[in-house]
């Protein structure tokens, strides 16, 4: 069974450098989500995509944040000159969108960034 | 805007008990969307159960059990019989449909501890 993987699980860098994520949805999805999660909160949406284009971002996602899906199957999250208050988990979700109906959405195990 | 609140920050049981969590939410969409999800110690989250905003009607699957009152803006979620393995944080989140966002908000959850 393959669910949405997420690479790599955990990342340590120093405060200034750039990180790079990867989400592999559920292969039939075409809708895939970035949610930032800080320990006691619940997950906070960053942006979302359908196939490859981009159809909503947070007031959240500063210009530091970049995410690209680029064929409409896997993601990438890039945060360039990480600070420490980037530390959090981040976590990627992909559902089966259809016009009519919405569908919930299925979440990878994330990647916990600590940003020193 | 759309808020979601689990004013149940932590709760504690033994087994055997029953517990509900609570949850209230604000938004100003007539079509939206309400969820439940937990989150094990594992840390992945897991999807419980869907409910749109026309469709009233409790659910009950298994010893899980959810009740939807639009009328005091709350989906509750019951855990009848709780055991060891109920034990994580739940998280009640709000979809707009109507508008077409597809972000989830999510409320900060509540901790479950279930002793043997």
């Known amino acids: 069974d393959t669910g949405v993987s997420q690479d790599p699980r955990h990342k340590i860098t120093k405060r200034g450098q750039n990180v790079t994520f990867r989400c592999d949805p559920i292969?039939?999805?075409?809708?895939l989500y970035w949610y930032r999660q800080t320990l006691g909160q619940g997950p906070e949406f960053l942006t979302y995509?359908?196939?490859?284009?981009?159809?909503?971002k947070s007031r959240l996602l500063s210009d530091r944040f970049s995410a690209e899906r680029p064929k409409g199957s896997f993601s990438t999250l890039e945060i360039q000159r990480t600070e420490q208050g980037d530390s959090a988990m981040y976590l990627c979700?992909?559902?089966?969108?259809?016009?009519?109906?919405?569908?919930?959405?299925?979440f990878g195990p994330g990647t916990r960034l600590t940003v020193l | 805007a759309q808020k979601v609140t689990q004013a149940q920050t932590e709760i504690s049981v033994v087994e055997k008990e029953d517990v509900t969590l609570d949850c209230v939410y604000e938004t100003r969409d007539t079509t939206y969307y309400l969820f439940w999800y937990k989150q094990p110690p594992s840390g992945e989250l897991v999807f419980l159960i869907r409910r749109n905003s026309f469709d009233e009607q409790n659910e009950i699957s298994g010893r899980y059990s959810w009740n939807f009152q639009k009328s005091t803006s709350s989906f509750n979620f019951t855990i009848t019989a709780s055991q060891v393995v109920d034990s994580a944080v739940y998280f009640c989140?709000?979809?707009?449909?109507?508008?077409?966002?597809?972000?989830?908000?999510f409320g900060s959850g509540t901790r479950l501890q279930v002793q043997p």
């Open positions: 995509f359908q196939n490859e284009a981009q159809l909503e």
């Open positions: 989140a709000l979809s707009e449909a109507g508008t077409g966002r597809r972000a989830l908000t």
């Open positions: 292969s039939e999805h075409n809708r």
């Open positions: 979700a992909s559902s089966l969108g259809v016009l009519t109906h919405y569908n919930e959405q299925f």
